[in-house]
């Protein structure tokens, strides 16, 4: 990173390579090991709930073969429905693991498919960080490319999503972004069919990774026509997007889930009028240089205009008669986010999708959030083409991280590509220790080039500016150099801290703090799942919300209802309801659906505050979009607008199925003091400390297993009553209650009902 | 006088209608009555006005059409805010139905009785509280209903005009409502005139635009400003509706949000204001003091803008641990 003065000895400049070597491996250590956090707190396990349905492609692409994968129907989720499985993931990320299997397999070295999966986002994250070395060398020097490449090993805007166990399609999709973007900066430099193509390859393998390739298929196409629009068009530019756009859309359509989009989805529209536009813009070109200039700039005229006019037209024409697909709701959600609030409640209600505050920025790059513009402002100064890319992602980027949280994640690379920038400049300035020679003439030269550089404001060719001459003072290269350095260490404090703290739970197993200070470790999630897996019939159908489908799949091996791909909103809308109503309304409904379990969390025994009576209000919301008569959200509600789970609960919340599961028996734990729920503080009416409460009664599930902390409690579905009864009846009728009610009770007859009141119903 | 006429003709009028309707009022109410008081009476397109007078004989059972009644209280001495903030959602929805269907309701039809011209009505009925709306469904037919209304519940929800219309047609059966917008045409005709008089005057101002359109120095405050307002929060604000600043418990104004997901308007301005000056400190020391050709003047300058440095980004780490509490890290001078 240091301009090294020219008389360095020979042997020095012959061990740079080496130098460099060792530094970008340290890099890729670092980035490993700063990921391996919950490996080494918990055990090698996938985390969350998405990695988990990765993990479960995966076993079955390496237990069965490539083709029978795309092909796979999946009738254990979605039932009774199913899931095109094969057809609607992106199989980058399984194909690449099951590659690495069968490669050490060959390679006799035995690896549990497990531990591929697991430790797979580490590995591409080391990748990762030589991709962003080569991309920040073609924008300024190596020097820059080092920093970059060790601040987005260790940015925990990257980490969040790419940990140990978090098996998920980010994991390699940044590496393949970064990949890609370096192969296009490089095909546009050299003007080169070959880089196009290689670029189109990666490209190929994004689209296979990660819905958001179409960050890739509309920066790129923004990038070549800024470069046209400021006079930049060249051939070098012509035979890299053409080679890129062609061969890319080819191979993109070679994805099932993608298919035709490409050429219908108007997020793909950008790319192919850019294209369009490439070919024209090449042509005119090559009549220009046969025509006189007159002539020429008539023609040039009437074929813009009319150009221009058919294009719009064919675009209205065909989005009305439907050859083109309308705006899809992701594209809408980004534009406009009070549209997915009002028409598609299951975005709304993923946390992901929400905008972000501006803590989350400094949380997650630290001090690069303002060297980042800064490293903006100095790509300005040169612009190069490869600069205005840059320029490009770096606006884009912090607009859509801006409206999304999780799309941080695409900001993170240019945040630490221009962080990079600004700090090697100002590495590079203070580190030359050539000092400048001091004399009364040179200071009278500034004065002067100040005068001239305000005179040309609006110099065309940019910020016109006084020559460096170089810093005098020793002190001030100790000053500003040492004060970066410990910005820089603090840095690397930082992204430790937020990696250990923030982004390394599995989110299956809790860890939490005992009052002595070690680490008391909660594994009821995998204890259910368990159980589930030892205990019910292979084919029993499990029903939860669908945030648990994927864990319920890839643990416990059960077919679910609903899960995480969240395909049929109407479907999820069905167990919203089954959870929302009264249990005389939702029983049919589990009948209808064959539901053996019904699977809910609950964390108000241990104060875990991400459990179903929290998430209910979207169940409520979700059910209510589709049947808005029979289940209401304000109904959930007290009359003055809270919601409450203690005696002011309404009604309709102490029925519904949802908190009777997670209530059942609670207050059978607490004794005189009263049930308090940890996580909304509220005190549960319990019969032992308030006569007019009633216990809660279930009557057409029976409790079959909580776990230790009560955070998982699964309810089998009782059968149909064998004498045709109503369930509530059937109930009463077990409990000695006569419908009329009236029960009496026989006195104690011996010794032998001395501890049995025995019920005698007349 | 000629306002004072005019009502007396009005009530006039409504009284010989009352008197003429109570006296068929076992017979079927069907829609050519409605038909003719929309024509007579229309505050709006779609929207029948209601009186105490015609109240009762629209309402009365039995009837072959549905009917949607508005009863509000909108005379600004009411303060009736919501019910000013319901009027054009439910206007919208009449005006929807009227332009399906031009003839007449064919069915269904819009009604407000507001409290002015409803004294009596809003007494009958013991109304306490307004708006209310009421759908009433008919009572002869296939699927015909009960005699009495039902009472949609005005809350805030997203999307009210979706909301009323889902009522509606779960109650009056047949019925399908789709939202026609009336288009802003002063809005477009306005839009294509300033286009057309941009790029008039673009002909002529593009010698004078053209230096700053080539600006590099534009362009570049122009993203730079984008940016930091990107990444301090700014689409937050945007789409939550943040408030600019919030009272305290004490009375006191609150600038900075408590909790990490949460911010002000004023607190997202202030971070954009301490990024940009720690970026122009980055630039500065990047570019600017370097060029400074007097020993004494760059020293002092490199020395102010590392302290500017400094201080800036131990506020912004001080303003951080503010939102979170457990944040461990911290630089001087500002390190409680």
Redesign the interface.
């Known amino acids: 990173m240091v301009l090294l003065p020219s008389s360095i000895p020979q042997s020095a400049a012959q061990a740079l390579p080496l130098l460099k070597a060792l530094i970008l491996l340290t890099i890729a250590g670092a980035a490993i090991a700063s990921r391996l956090f919950s490996v080494a707190r918990f055990e090698s396990i996938i985390h969350e709930f998405d990695p988990w349905f990765n993990f479960r492609a995966t076993k079955y692409l390496v237990s069965h073969d490539f083709y029978s994968f795309l092909d796979w129907f999946d009738d254990r989720t979605w039932y009774p429905l199913g899931r095109v499985t094969g057809g609607t993931l992106y199989p980058g990320l399984m194909v690449t693991s099951a590659l690495i299997f069968h490669t050490l397999k060959a390679l006799t070295l035995p690896v549990d498919i497990r531990n591929v999966c697991v430790m797979l986002a580490p590995v591409f994250s080391g990748l990762t960080a030589y991709v962003t070395y080569l991309f920040t060398t073609e924008m300024k020097d190596e020097g820059a490319g080092l920093l970059a490449a060790a601040f987005i090993g260790i940015a925990p805007g990257y980490i969040s999503r790419s940990v140990a166990g978090s098996y998920d399609n980010e994991a390699i999709a940044i590496f393949l972004l970064m990949l890609t973007f370096y192969l296009w900066i490089k095909a546009l430099k050299l003007g080169s069919a070959f880089w196009g193509a290689l670029t189109a390859l990666f490209y190929f393998y994004m689209v296979a990774a990660w819905g958001g390739y179409v960050f890739i298929t509309n920066i790129i196409p923004l990038h070549a026509l800024v470069l046209i629009i400021m006079g930049r068009y060249s051939n070098r530019l012509y035979v890299a997007y053409s080679s890129w756009y062609s061969l890319g859309t080819l191979a993109s359509m070679q994805i099932p889930f993608v298919g035709f989009l490409p050429i219908r989805s108007s997020e793909h529209m950008g790319a192919l009028g850019v294209f369009g536009l490439l070919q024209l813009v090449g042509f005119s070109q090559y009549i220009r240089a046969r025509l006189p200039s007159r002539q020429f700039k008539v023609l040039i005229m009437v074929a813009t205009v009319g150009l221009l006019s058919l294009g719009a037209l064919a675009v209205v024409g065909l989005t009305f008669t439907g050859v083109i697909a309308p705006w899809t709701g992701r594209f809408y959600s980004l534009w406009d ?2 549209y997915a ?3 598609i409640p299951i975005i709304a209600s993923v946390s992901e999708h ?10 997650d790059t630290h ?1 690069l ?6 490293g ?3 790509l ?2 040169k ?1 190069r083409d490869e600069h205005v890319f840059v ?1 490009i992602y ?2 884009l980027g ?2 859509f ?3 999304m949280v999780r799309l941080i994640l695409t900001l993170t690379p240019v945040v630490c590509v221009c962080g990079a920038i ?2 090697s ?2 590495f590079d ?2 580190t030359n220790l050539a000092t ?1 020679e ?1 004399s009364g003439e ?2 009278r ?2 004065e002067s080039n100040k005068e001239e550089s305000s005179s040309s ?7 016109a ?9 020793p ?2 290269r100790v ?2 150099m040492g ?1 970066f350095l410990v ?1 820089l260490c ?1 840095f690397v ?2 992204c430790t ?1 937020v990696t250990s ?1 923030a982004y390394s739970s599995p989110s299956v197993v809790l860890a939490s703090q005992l009052p002595d200070g070690s680490t008391h470790i909660i594994d009821d999630f995998r204890e259910a799942y368990y159980w589930l897996r030892k205990n019910t019939p292979e084919d029993a159908k499990i029903m939860s919300w669908w945030d648990y489908g994927y864990q319920i799949g890839g643990m416990a091996d059960r077919t679910t209802l609903v899960d995480n791909n969240t395909w049929n909103n109407t479907h999820i809308a069905t167990v919203g309801k089954a959870m929302s109503s009264r249990e005389e309304v939702s029983y049919p409904i589990l009948r209808k659906h064959d539901v053996d379990y019904i699977l809910v969390i609950f964390g108000g025994l241990i104060g875990y505050s991400g459990d179903d009576i929290n998430k209910f209000l979207w169940m409520v919301r979700i059910a209510e979009g589709i049947w ?2 029979e289940v209401q959200e ?1 109904n959930f509600f007290t009359p003055r607008g809270e919601y409450r789970v203690d005696e002011q609960a309404t009604p309709t919340m102490r029925n519904s199925m949802m908190y009777k599961m997670c209530y059942y028996r609670f207050t059978e734990l607490f004794g005189r003091q009263g049930a308090v729920d940890r996580v909304r503080n509220q005190r549960i009416p319990s019969p032992t400390t308030d006569s007019s409460a009633t216990p809660i009664q279930l009557n057409t599930v029976e409790e079959a297993f909580t776990s230790e902390n009560w955070i998982v409690r699964i309810y089998k579905v009782k059968d149909l009553d064998i004498f045709g009864r109503e369930h509530a009846a059937a109930m009463a009728f077990e409990e000695g209650k006569k419908r009329g009610g009236r029960t009496i009770r026989a006195p104690p007859s011996g010794g032998r009902g001395k501890s049995k009141a025995r019920v005698l119903r007349v | 006088m000629r306002q004072t006429l005019r009502v007396f003709f009005f009530v006039l009028l409504a009284t010989i209608f009352g008197v003429a309707v109570v006296a068929k009022n076992e017979e079927l109410h069907d829609e050519s009555y409605m038909k003719k008081l929309l024509k007579s009476s229309s505050l709006q397109p779609g929207v029948i006005r209601l009186t105490d007078n015609n109240f009762d004989s629209v309402v009365s059972a039995p009837r072959d059409y549905g009917l949607v009644v508005l009863l509000t209280a909108e005379a600004p001495q009411m303060g009736c805010h919501l019910c000013r903030e319901f009027r054009p959602d439910y206007n919208l929805v009449a005006q929807s139905w009227r332009q399906e269907h031009p003839k007449g309701g064919e069915g269904l039809y819009f009604g407000v009785l507001d409290l002015r011209d409803g004294q009596k009505t809003f007494q009958k009925l013991q109304l306490k509280t307004a708006p209310n709306l009421w759908v009433y469904s008919p009572t002869v037919g296939a699927d015909a209903g009960p005699v009495q209304p039902f009472n949609y ?1 005005i ?1 805030g929800v ?2 009210v005009p ?2 009323i219309i ?2 509606i047609e ?1 109650h009056v059966s047949g019925v399908h409502i789709t939202i026609h917008r009336p288009r802003d045409y002063s809005k477009v005709a306005l839009t294509v005139l300033f286009m057309v008089a941009g790029l008039g005057s673009i002909k002529y101002i593009y010698p004078f635009l053209r ?2 359109i ?4 534009i ?2 405050g122009l ?2 400003v ?3 307002m ?7 604000n ?3 509706h943040t408030p600019y600043v919030a009272g305290n418990r004490d009375g006191g104004v609150q600038y900075v949000a408590p909790g ?4 002000y308007g004023f ?2 301005q202030a ?1 954009a204001v ?3 000056f ?3 400190g ?2 500065s ?3 600017k ?7 004494t003047k ?2 002092m300058a ?2 102010t803008w ?1 302290t500017l ?2 201080c800036l ?1 131990s506020l ?1 780490l001080f303003i ?1 641990r503010l ?2 509490r ?1 944040y ?2 911290s ?1 001087p001078p500002m390190t409680k």
């Open positions: 986010t009070g609030k009002i028409h929400q905008p972000t505050a501006w803590p989350s920025f400094l949380f001090m959030i303002w060297l980042f513009p800064a903006v402002y100095l300005f100064q612009l320029i770096a606006i912090s607009y991280a801006g409206v600004a700090l400049t100002i300035q203070y400048p001091t040179e200071s030269d500034g404001l609006l110099n065309i060719s940019g910020l500016r006084a020559p460096i001459v170089g810093i005098f003072s002190w001030s000053v500003v004060s910005y603090m404090q930082h801290w703290n808005p008569e304000r | 519940e809350v997203p999307d979706g909301a889902r009522f779960s230096p700053v080539e600006s590099r120095a362009w570049a993203s730079l984008l940016i930091l990107f990444t301090s929060g700014h689409m937050f945007n789409i939550r990490f997901s949460s911010q607190e997202t971070i301490l990024y940009a720690l970026t122009f980055a630039i020391l990047a570019t003091t370097p060029r400074i050709p007097t020993r760059q020293t490199i020395g590392c440095v400094l980004f912004l951080f939102k979170n457990g461990p890290f630089l």
